[in-house]
């Protein structure tokens, strides 16, 4: 479905006992991870239910839906989501997948790094974006048990730094805005994957948004791959700070084509 | 440099003698050709002139210096751009490598063939798009020597319809308009790969611009490729004729990513 959070989903419906399997599984997400479970589920013949805010756009619900995952609206807040899905828990016995903060999904996110380094065995670095923190500890783990000593860097919108702060400070912090075009990395940190970012992630780097949107347009133009903002910040993260990595091997997990066509930042 | 013309552009060179590469190549082309012969020449340590139009757009000039190309600017005319490359010919002693009418060129493009043909041996077509002929030649060579059986139809724009109907009357015919966004499909077959076609390609389809919009749109879409209209043909051939096609299984070679992303078709 054009993205690496179909390996998480994948990952962890697979690792589920058959009796839970047979009751469905359920999320809360408007992004990838939504149109990951669904489309995951499908294939696995397992039900999906995914709970979204009734103001998310028609086209992501429109992606869910041709998919298969059927789709429980509620109100636009933190709080409504968690009682929507825990209420599926509840009524239909399906199991909660967390979209980023889940062991399965974490090592189904690994599975991108371990191919990279499966290729080039030699990378001295990897770089990925940070939102939930699903994709980051994965790596982290891919790369601390098929690498050959290398280090996981992160990129991070200066408006959504949580896992910036979360570092420096030593506890999962909250993000103070989350005014960036990079929509998929709004999420937060959550109690499962930090403690594997905080042991296994080298530094986090901080980009602009002007700084995304160049990277974003350079990997349009250059590679000709349709990434999302979200997928662009790695690369954004690595160009700011070039100057360090000179001479190094250096892997960037670049993953995420959610853009409307119709509304290119450039 | 994103497209397969840089195939056939390193093949060229490579073939030449020493002597002759020690005095450069030529060409004429605005397109993803002279780009391509740039880069390729730039790689092996050859000086490439190209011709171009003096009304060729500032990006496309500045793509060949960037690559190292000497730029020769001619009238906008046939007949000033082939006798322009005469005179590089004539006086720096360079050799001449056409776009798409030349034995090397032909070969080199068939190498995205056999390398598709490699990956899947088994496959009953293969579609690629149609301009000056050079890709679709080589890629009936490659079918020929390394497919099991596998059928060669080539994607034409409506508009520019030389191939299907240069194969329709056995002689090579001439575009009666090129008013397509193909714009790297507006060129004419050749004497040397006109005889190849008609030897191993089974079929040309043509489409209208709708339809070649609609595959270019599906393909960044759904395969998260940046392709240019050109690169979409094959598909929208496909798509066009999808009912004749059921149950094979069929490659696309889809290549050329050279567009400008500030105006899109949708």
Not at 18 to 28: I, L
Not at 86 to 107: M, R
Not at 120 to 146: C, M, R
Request: hydrophobic share 40%.
């Amino acid at each position: 479905m054009g993205a690496f959070k179909m390996r998480g989903a994948t990952n962890a419906i697979m690792q589920l006992p058959e009796d839970h399997k047979s009751k469905g599984v359920v999320t809360h997400s408007s992004g990838n991870f939504a149109q990951a479970l669904s489309l995951a589920a499908q294939s696995l013949g397992v039900r999906a239910y995914i709970v979204m805010p009734k103001t998310a756009p028609q086209v992501k619900k429109n992606a869910v839906k041709d998919y298969g995952g059927l789709i429980i609206e509620c109100e636009p807040t933190l709080e409504a989501r968690e009682l929507a899905a825990e209420k599926v828990v509840q009524t239909k016995g399906a199991t909660f997948i967390h979209p980023s903060n889940d062991l399965n999904v974490i090592l189904g996110q690994a599975t991108a790094g371990k191919e990279l380094l499966e290729d080039y065995p030699h990378l001295d670095y990897l770089f990925t974006p940070v939102g939930g923190g699903g994709l980051i500890a994965g790596t982290a783990i891919a790369s601390k048990h098929f690498g050959k000593g290398c280090k996981v860097i992160g990129g991070e919108p200066m408006e959504a730094d949580d896992a910036y702060r979360s570092l420096e400070s030593g506890q999962i912090e909250s993000n103070n805005s989350t005014n960036t075009i990079a929509d998929g990395l709004k999420t937060q940190l959550g109690s499962i994957n930090f403690p594997i970012i905080q042991q296994g992630v080298e530094q986090i780097i901080r980009v602009e948004e002007t700084e995304i949107i160049h990277a974003m347009k350079l990997i349009w133009e250059r590679m000709k791959i349709i990434c999302e903002p979200s997928s662009a910040v790695a690369l954004a993260s690595l160009l700011k700070k070039k100057s360090n990595y000179k001479d190094q091997n250096i892997g960037i997990i670049i993953s995420g084509g959610n853009v409307d066509l119709s509304e290119l930042p450039f």
